[in-house]
């Protein structure tokens, strides 16, 4: 007897049920000095909003350490238009000579894995960084967040011509 291969499951579209939890979205309370917005949408290849996403961040505290007090980890849901907002502080430089960046992982329904990629802010000196060195020019674009009047604007694009790049981990 010859038995066949078991169907792969996908990521979703269960995510809304045990994943996010009340204060996921808020790293850092609201009053806590420094606080950023980092938003955006999460859409397909036909530029379609995904609404059953969900972004998880991870990210060093602002003097660029990790194990400290600071959660660093954050999870919001995408609400029908795509939206997501994550409230935190701004991370700091790495020692080992990585640019501030917020790591991001994307799972959305459909999806036999989760897509892995980063945040870098505009706004920083990302010269040096050996992970955004190691993507193309023409495409480093895509994981970089804007200054915007609300904040960090980081919009996700799951493939098409301006697929947002992701990282095999």
Known sequence: MTLGTTPSQTVGPYLGIG??????PDVV????PGRIRLHGRVLDGAG????DALIE???????????????????CPTDEEGAWEIFTLKPGR???GQAPHVDVNVFARGMLNRC?????FADEDNTGDPVL???PEERRATIVARPDADGYRFDVYLQGERETVFFKV
């Open 133 to 135: 060195e190691s993507v």
């Open 48 to 51: 379609d909003p995904v609404g």
């Open 57 to 75: 961040t991870w990210q060093a505290d602002p003097d660029g350490k990790f194990g400290t007090d600071f959660r660093g980890f954050g999870r």
């Open 19 to 24: 994943l996010p939890w009340p204060d996921g």
């Open 94 to 96: 790495l020692g080992d």
């Open 29 to 32: 309370p609201a009053d806590t």
């Open 116 to 120: 892995v990629t980063r945040i870098y």
